[in-house]
């Protein structure tokens, strides 16, 4: 079965870096798109950003366009993603997600940023 599992989560002053990991199994990791995804306390699940199945083509939420990158090693089945000058409304919990028919989601990596 599909799953999909989130690491690298913490907490880290304003202005540090985290690396996000998602490590997939159960599917065909290298043909399919990966998302990363965010939900702060109170608000709505919103897209950080995504990467193609072959990593040519990314996109990234204007909030952290410049502060974020997205990659994917497909020999590991695995997706990250890079948070730089992180701010403290960066704060929220981290998923990643794989449509296949049907939406995928790991259990979330929480991610705290503050001083």
């Known amino acids: 079965q599909v799953q999909l599992v989130e690491s690298g989560g913490g907490l880290v002053q304003p202005g540090g870096s985290l690396r996000l990991s998602c490590a997939g199994s159960g599917f065909t990791f290298s043909s399919y798109t990966m998302n990363w995804y965010r939900q702060a306390p109170g608000k709505q699940r919103e897209l950080v950003a995504f990467?193609?199945?072959?990593?040519?083509?990314?996109n990234y939420a204007d909030s952290v366009k410049g502060r974020f990158t997205i990659s994917r090693d497909n020999a590991k089945n695995t997706v990250y993603l890079q948070m730089n000058s992180l701010k403290p409304e960066d704060t929220a919990v981290y998923y990643c997600?794989?449509?296949?028919?049907?939406?995928?989601w790991g259990q979330g990596t929480q991610v705290i940023v503050s001083s």
């Open positions: 997600k794989v449509v296949i028919g049907y939406s995928y």
């Open positions: 990467i193609t199945s072959n990593g040519g083509s990314r």
